[in-house]
């Protein structure tokens, strides 16, 4: 559960998948806001200024990609973090979408709602840090057999080295909490 409610302007012309995600990060304490398209995307997101934006990409009367363009052009949303969420994930619009400064490029097929909730939580953790996590030393292999997984740490989607993704609870007692997430794809390893 966050602490700080962040507001998320969901953008897809898809009713359904704009209903999942929408329940998915309401339940993580998100102030959720819904937009059918770009052009209803781009009007919300000047009229309620969200703390970042996960949008489709085609959708009608303005895609994903425009919608980004024309949020760059005003000094109000132009800061605004922008998350794609694609449904093809075509190395062309995940290219277009790191030249817009899309925050992430979240691939709906691979990616399920609950690793795209944690992929977009992990853009609000500042004190959050990725580092990598060495398989061949001290205890890994005890890990990997505690944790049931291979002793490769590699990610499970797409084959990825897995890294630690560490934040920290309490910075005077040097109390961290940890993941074995995949730097690529946002997989998670859960025990």
């Known amino acids: 559960m966050m602490d700080k409610k962040i507001k998320i302007l969901i953008v897809d012309d898809n009713n359904d ?6 329940e998915v990060f309401r339940k993580e304490n998100f102030d959720v806001i819904e937009a059918s398209d770009g ?7 000047n009229e309620k200024v969200p703390d970042i934006i996960f949008t489709g990409i085609i959708m009608p009367r303005m895609d994903g990609f ?4 024309a949020l760059k052009k005003n000094v109000t949303t132009s800061k605004i973090p922008v ?11 995940r290219k277009r979408a790191e030249e817009l400064g899309a925050k992430d490029f979240i691939v709906r097929g691979e990616t399920s709602p609950i690793q795209a909730l ?7 953790i500042n004190e ?3 580092v990598e996590f060495n398989r061949n030393s001290l205890d890994s292999a005890k890990l990997a057999k505690e944790l049931n997984t291979s002793q490769d740490f590699k990610c499970a989607k797409c084959n990825t080295d897995l890294v630690l993704r560490m934040q920290i609870n309490n910075s005077k007692e040097g109390i961290l909490n940890a993941r074995l997430i995949c730097p690529k794809c946002g997989w998670i390893l859960k025990a």
């Open 17 to 22: 998948i704009r209903d999942i995600y929408a």
């Open 66 to 69: 425009s919608m980004m363009e």
């Open 39 to 45: 052009l209803e995307g781009l009007e919300k997101a």
């Open 118 to 124: 944690e992929r977009i939580k992990s853009l609000f």
């Open 128 to 130: 959050g840090y990725n």
């Open 83 to 93: 998350a794609i969420s694609s449904h093809m994930g075509r190395e062309e619009d």
